[in-house]
T-cell receptor, first 109, second 113 residues
Framework: DAKTTQPTSMDCAEGRAANLPCNHS???????VYWYRQIHSQGPQYIIH???NNETNEMASLIITEDRKSSTLILPHATLRDTAVYYC??????????FGTGTRLTIIP | DVKVTQSSRYLVKRTGEKVFLECVQD?????MFWYRQDPGLGLRLIYF???????EKGDIPEGYSVSREKKERFSLILESASTNQTSMYLC????????????FGPGTRLTVL
């Protein structure tokens, strides 16, 4: 399965764009990149996913490099409620998501 | 509003007790999952089920069993609880393949004394 590497923690000022990187250099051609986040004391929540092209929804944007070996999740105007652990996942097979330890994002007032 | 619910938010049990953690989803999802979450280790998959009465081992099944008698309910069983099973337990459900969104419950924080 494709392994992902994320920074352990990051800070971002409130109102600024938060850019969370993820490396997935062993990803294969048909594997998607998924992002979930986990706010304290809650279960993880889906954010966005993509294959090749950049994706945007009401929560975030996902930028995937042309070689697909890395991606960046962008929260365009971070708020205090965006403080959470963010997981970048490349699913294994068709069955299960494997969560690593993610990036702990702290939004600074 | 889609929902995954877990029977308890907090649970305290003694070593050697049999423990049942219940999970119910109201979305008619085929797939259900049990994870545990520990500091520094992230979420680790214990068991999953892709249909009624079907189950598959995840990454850390030792010391656990599961039951899926009805589509909406997935139970995690600790046959003889031990202190190293003190953890946050998270249930999830998903329709179809891994390419669909996976929904999580709020978690059960289990303490084994």
């Amino acid at each position: 399965d494709a392994k992902t590497t994320q920074p352990t923690s990051m800070d971002c000022a409130e109102g600024r764009a938060a850019n969370l990187p993820c490396n997935h250099s062993t990803i294969s051609g048909n594997e998607y990149v998924y992002w979930y986040r986990q706010i304290h004391s809650q279960g993880p929540q889906y954010i966005i996913h993509g294959l090749k092209n950049n994706e945007t929804n009401e929560m975030a944007s996902l930028i995937i490099t042309e070689d697909r070996k890395s991606s960046t999740l962008i929260l365009p105007h971070a708020t205090l409620r965006d403080t959470a652990v963010y997981y970048c996942i490349v699913p294994w097979g068709n069955e299960k998501l494997t969560f690593g330890t993610g990036t702990r994002l702290t939004i600074i007032p | 509003d889609v929902k995954v619910t877990q029977s308890s938010r907090y649970l305290v049990k003694r070593t050697g007790e049999k423990v049942f953690l219940e999970c119910v989803q109201d979305m008619d999802h085929e797939n259900m999952f049990w994870y545990r979450q520990d500091p520094g280790l992230g979420l680790r998959l214990i068991y999953f089920s892709y249909d009624v009465k079907m189950k598959e081992k995840g990454d850390i099944p030792e010391g656990y069993s599961v039951s899926r008698e009805k589509k909406e309910r997935f139970s995690l069983i600790l046959e003889s609880a031990s202190t190293n099973q003190t953890s946050m337990y998270l249930c999830a459900s998903r329709k179809g393949t891994v390419f669909n969104e996976q929904f999580f419950g709020p978690g059960t924080r289990l303490t084994v004394l």
